[in-house]
């Protein structure tokens, strides 16, 4: 039996015990983070498979559209570039689209999500 690949999840703004706990029953290492910086070290240095976050959008960003570029900046110039999974509501999908004009993102899941079809699409992602 092959070994799932890891998936990191960044969770800075939501609690999310249910998609936690669904990723390690269904056997995937994962690595959860709750600071974007922290998660950007982990993704140099790491190198994850499947990196899961969520879509956060305000107004006081200013430079940005939302809390991902950075993130999804150093997924792009990585030398293993993993695959990216992006849960947002549905109210900042105009903002999201933004952000999906200027960097790629794999799979985007409008809330509300269910641990079950986080990991169906997290297995879709990882080719099982």
Do not use: W
């Not at 960097?103 to 169906?120: H, N, Y």
């Amino acid at each position: 039996m092959s070994q799932k690949p890891s998936v990191l999840m960044i969770n800075e703004y939501g609690l999310y015990p249910e998609f936690i706990s669904a990723i390690r029953d269904a056997g995937y290492p994962l690595t959860v983070e709750h600071l974007m910086r922290n998660a950007i070290k982990r993704i140099k240095r790491d190198a994850p498979a499947i990196v899961v976050a969520e879509f956060a959008h305000e107004s006081h960003f200013r430079d940005r559209v939302s809390n991902l570029e950075s993130m999804l900046a150093q997924v792009e110039r990585g030398r293993i570039r993993p695959r990216t999974l992006v849960f947002y509501d549905a109210a900042k999908r105009p903002y999201l689209d933004r952000l999906l004009e200027i960097f790629r993102i794999d799979r985007c899941l409008e809330m509300p999500v269910s641990g079950e079809a986080l990991v169906s699409e997290i297995e879709a992602l990882s080719g099982g």
